[in-house]
């Protein structure tokens, strides 16, 4: 969330053509300086590594361990990281890593995106995706998890699209 706010700034008119930009969440640190874009690298990059270092680590410790600890046993692997792999199809075990990465596009679109309509489309387009990769690829053992996910995205992608109606209203 830190990272994320760092990179939501906001630009002032000060007349004449003059504009400068502004942290959002901290009005006085000037996003033109030097030392903020510094800063902004350092939460790109932690960005960058949470949102797809965590998901590719998991997959990746799950079959780390498959391999030197589990002499090769996928299974094993698998029961060891339940809390990673439990609900989803054999084909779809590393489905949770796709929820990471969902989860970070997320943040993506509604730290990244300056314009804020275009904010909420971009939010709803990449939940749309994601909501389709979920219906095509049903990744869940059980049918009546795989309704709750599509129930969750679909209630999400609605809440998105009630926010466009914000500016119609006093």
């Known amino acids: 969330q830190v990272s994320a706010d760092m990179l939501n700034c906001e630009e002032y008119d000060f007349g004449r053509g003059e504009t400068r930009s502004f ?10 300086t030097e030392e903020y ?3 902004r690298n350092v939460a ?8 797809a270092g965590v998901p590719v ?3 990746l410790a799950v079959k780390i361990v498959e391999r030197f600890t589990m002499g090769g046993d996928d299974t094993s692997a698998k029961k060891l990281f339940f809390f990673m792999t439990g ?13 990471l990465v969902r989860k970070a596009v997320i943040v ?3 730290t990244l995106v300056s314009s804020p ?11 749309v995706g994601f909501l389709l990769l979920n219906i095509v690829s049903a990744p ?3 049918l009546w998890f795989s309704r709750m996910e599509g129930t969750s995205l679909t209630t999400i992608i609605a809440t998105f699209n009630l926010l466009l109606l914000i500016p119609y209203f006093p």
């Open 23 to 32: 942290l959002a969440s901290d009005k006085q640190i000037d996003c033109d």
């Open 37 to 39: 874009k510094s800063v």
């Open 44 to 51: 790109l990059t932690s960005l960058a590594i949470y949102g």
């Open 57 to 59: 680590f998991s997959v």
């Open 87 to 99: 609900g989803f199809t054999e084909r779809w075990w590393f489905w949770e890593s796709i929820i």
């Open 108 to 110: 993506g679109c509604v």
């Open 117 to 127: 309509i275009l904010r909420i489309y971009s939010a709803i387009w990449a939940l």
């Open 140 to 142: 869940w053992e059980d």
